[in-house]
Protein backbone atom coordinates (compact mmCIF):
# COMPACT_ATOMS: atom_id res chain seq x y z
CA UNK A 1 0.00 0.00 0.00
CA UNK A 2 1.58 3.21 -1.14
CA UNK A 3 0.83 6.33 0.42
CA UNK A 4 1.45 9.02 3.45
CA UNK A 5 0.29 8.21 7.10
CA UNK A 6 1.12 9.83 10.33
CA UNK A 7 0.95 9.21 14.24
CA UNK A 8 0.78 11.94 16.74
CA UNK A 9 1.67 10.94 20.35
CA UNK A 10 1.90 13.30 23.15
CA UNK A 11 5.18 12.79 24.86
CA UNK A 12 3.99 14.82 28.14
CA UNK A 13 0.60 13.27 28.67
CA UNK A 14 2.15 9.45 27.00
CA UNK A 15 -1.08 9.24 25.26
CA UNK A 16 -2.47 9.85 21.52
CA UNK A 17 -2.29 13.45 20.41
CA UNK A 18 -6.29 13.19 19.22
CA UNK A 19 -7.64 15.98 17.33
CA UNK A 20 -4.37 17.72 15.67
CA UNK A 21 -4.94 19.13 12.31
CA UNK A 22 -2.79 17.80 9.76
CA UNK A 23 -1.92 19.38 5.97
CA UNK A 24 0.04 17.56 3.85
CA UNK A 25 1.51 19.16 0.92
CA UNK A 26 3.84 18.44 -2.55
CA UNK A 27 6.59 21.10 -4.10
CA UNK A 28 5.79 21.85 -7.31
CA UNK A 29 8.51 22.06 -10.37
CA UNK A 30 8.45 26.14 -9.58
CA UNK A 31 9.17 25.34 -5.99
CA UNK A 32 5.40 26.27 -4.83
CA UNK A 33 3.84 23.89 -2.40
CA UNK A 34 0.54 22.84 -3.00
CA UNK A 35 -2.05 20.75 -0.65
CA UNK A 36 -2.40 17.12 -1.52
CA UNK A 37 -4.05 15.93 1.59
CA UNK A 38 -5.06 16.33 5.19
CA UNK A 39 -7.03 15.31 7.97
CA UNK A 40 -7.76 15.49 11.91
CA UNK A 41 -5.91 12.84 14.24
CA UNK A 42 -8.43 10.16 15.35
CA UNK A 43 -9.17 8.57 19.04
CA UNK A 44 -5.41 7.18 18.36
CA UNK A 45 -3.57 9.99 17.63
CA UNK A 46 -3.33 8.69 13.80
CA UNK A 47 -4.37 9.20 10.43
CA UNK A 48 -4.33 6.45 8.23
CA UNK A 49 -4.13 8.15 4.65
CA UNK A 50 -3.17 11.63 4.06
CA UNK A 51 -3.26 11.52 0.81
CA UNK A 52 -6.70 13.10 -0.93
CA UNK A 53 -8.07 10.41 -2.71
CA UNK A 54 -8.01 12.00 -6.12
CA UNK A 55 -4.19 12.33 -5.67
CA UNK A 56 -1.24 9.64 -5.84
CA UNK A 57 2.33 9.66 -4.62
CA UNK A 58 4.89 10.93 -6.48
CA UNK A 59 8.55 11.41 -6.08
CA UNK A 60 9.72 14.86 -5.00
CA UNK A 61 9.79 16.71 -1.85
CA UNK A 62 6.69 16.97 0.32
CA UNK A 63 5.90 18.25 3.56
CA UNK A 64 3.52 17.63 6.27
CA UNK A 65 2.14 20.51 8.66
CA UNK A 66 0.85 19.48 12.21
CA UNK A 67 -1.10 22.63 13.40
CA UNK A 68 -0.55 21.99 17.21
CA UNK A 69 -1.34 25.39 18.58
CA UNK A 70 -4.93 24.39 18.47
CA UNK A 71 -4.31 21.35 20.04
CA UNK A 72 -2.57 22.73 23.03
CA UNK A 73 -5.51 25.59 22.98
CA UNK A 74 -5.58 26.67 27.01
CA UNK A 75 -1.63 25.41 27.63
CA UNK A 76 1.30 27.10 27.61
CA UNK A 77 3.16 25.79 24.30
CA UNK A 78 6.20 26.74 22.34
CA UNK A 79 5.42 25.73 18.38
CA UNK A 80 2.38 27.13 17.02
CA UNK A 81 2.88 24.36 14.63
CA UNK A 82 5.04 21.89 13.27
CA UNK A 83 6.21 21.52 9.37
CA UNK A 84 8.71 17.94 8.67
CA UNK A 85 9.74 18.43 5.35
CA UNK A 86 11.07 15.23 3.08
CA UNK A 87 11.41 13.22 0.20
CA UNK A 88 9.69 11.20 -1.74
CA UNK A 89 12.03 8.58 -3.87
CA UNK A 90 9.90 5.70 -4.05
CA UNK A 91 6.48 6.18 -4.45
CA UNK A 92 5.18 2.28 -4.35
CA UNK A 93 6.44 2.41 -0.79
CA UNK A 94 4.34 3.35 2.14
CA UNK A 95 5.63 6.75 3.96
CA UNK A 96 4.42 6.86 7.80
CA UNK A 97 5.72 10.49 9.03
CA UNK A 98 5.20 10.19 12.78
CA UNK A 99 5.64 13.05 15.29
CA UNK A 100 6.38 13.12 18.89
CA UNK A 101 5.02 15.96 20.79
CA UNK A 102 5.21 18.30 23.93
CA UNK A 103 4.69 21.78 24.49
CA UNK A 104 8.26 22.75 24.31
CA UNK A 105 9.74 20.21 22.08
CA UNK A 106 8.96 17.45 19.15
CA UNK A 107 10.77 14.95 17.48
CA UNK A 108 10.41 12.77 14.49
CA UNK A 109 11.43 9.88 12.41
CA UNK A 110 10.77 7.85 9.02
CA UNK A 111 8.45 5.14 10.48
CA UNK A 112 7.15 1.88 8.59
Request: hydrophobic letters at 35%.
Amino acid sequence: MSGISTHVLDTAKGLPAQGVRVVLERESSSGRFFEIGGGTTDSNGRIAQLLDGSEQLETGVHRVIFFVAEYFKGQESFYPEVTVLFEVREPSRHHHVPLLLSPYGYTTYRGS
